[in-house]
């Protein structure tokens, strides 16, 4: 993280995660996201194409490439935010398509973007506690018996008060999310994303716009989830912290996975040199990702 101090903790890259050789597609030891022949057209541009893919459970994945890699776009089809053309995928053995993202959420797939969804005019404290699932004071005919809901309430705001004070957000709890930073909000965002309870949290470029000096904060958080048995799946820009805290790493060009493997690995990859890190600039994208075949003698 060029600019940014060092992690105060190195962190415990997971191992043995997938079977056979890393390539595109591998097949993983536990997998908790599976996606098979997931495409999206937007009309003559294919935007996804993605014929296998498997997230491993428990550790941290990067999903890295050049801008309209199709990456986001991925993120939408995975968590029901877009429909796709074709495909089928899983989340812990269960079948996602067609389902719409708040029912994904409750299963315990969530996700933030690259530009936060905080309510400006709703307090940070009031941000969280619509994060929470399950509220019985949702339902219209229980809401007018306030016994009804009332200890969920409590339990509720306790919940979001002490995640508030783990990301350091507890001081500013009742200002209003308008008021805060890029980084706050970024925050916030992955806070609330907490009071679901999730198994699998989605993050788009959560590093995009922060403050280097909130950066290692969010790093750390990110972390966290792992150390506490979740799964971490993010969209990321910046290779140092790509390669310092990812276990595993996706690499998409053009809507297509071209490599997979340990962050280590997949840094020496001529395809991902080619068309991510651009050392061989004179290489057409379309051979990298197999759409365009040279003449041989050609490059």
């Known amino acids: 993280m060029s600019g940014s101090k060092p992690l105060k903790r190195t962190p415990q890259k997971s191992t043995g995660l997938h079977i056979g ?27 996804v194409d993605v014929e296998h ?43 996602l398509a067609g389902v719409p993202a ?7 797939q969530v996700r933030t973007f690259q530009l936060t969804k905080a309510l400006g005019l709703l307090t940070v404290l009031e941000n969280m506690k619509l994060g929470a699932k399950d509220q019985t004071g949702e339902s219209l005919f229980q809401s007018i018996f306030p016994f009804l809901w009332k200890k969920q309430e409590a339990e509720i705001e306790e919940r979001a008060l002490e995640i508030l004070e783990r990301f350091k957000l507890l001081k500013l709890k ?24 999730p198994t699998l949290v989605m993050l788009d470029e959560p590093m995009a716009g922060v403050n280097p000096a909130l950066t290692e904060s969010l790093l750390e958080h990110i972390l966290d989830l792992k150390t506490e048995g979740m799964t971490v799946l993010f969209v990321e820009h910046d290779m140092h912290m790509v390669r310092h805290i990812a276990d595993w790493v ?15 690995d997949v840094m020496k990859d001529e395809a991902v040199v080619d068309a991510y890190l651009g050392s061989h600039q004179d290489v057409d994208l379309g051979v990298v990702t197999g759409r365009i075949t040279l003449p041989k003698g050609e490059k």
């Open 250 to 264: 996706i690499v998409m060009a053009e809507g297509r996975i071209i490599a997979e493997g340990p962050p280590e």
């Open 21 to 47: 050789d890393a390539s595109p597609g591998v097949k993983k030891v536990d997998p908790i996201l599976v996606a098979d022949h997931v495409s999206r057209k937007f009309g003559g541009l294919v935007a």
């Open 53 to 95: 893919v498997e997230i491993p459970r428990g550790a941290i994945t990067a999903l890295i490439g050049p801008n309209g890699a199709g990456k986001t776009t991925l993120f939408n089809l995975l968590t029901g935010f877009d429909k796709p053309d074709t495909g089928t995928w899983s989340f812990s053995g269960k079948d």
């Open 174 to 197: 009742d200002d209003f999310a308008a008021s805060l930073s890029g980084g706050q909000r970024k925050l916030l965002e992955m806070a609330r994303a907490l009071m679901t309870k």
């Open 102 to 108: 708040h029912k994904v959420a409750k299963m315990g």
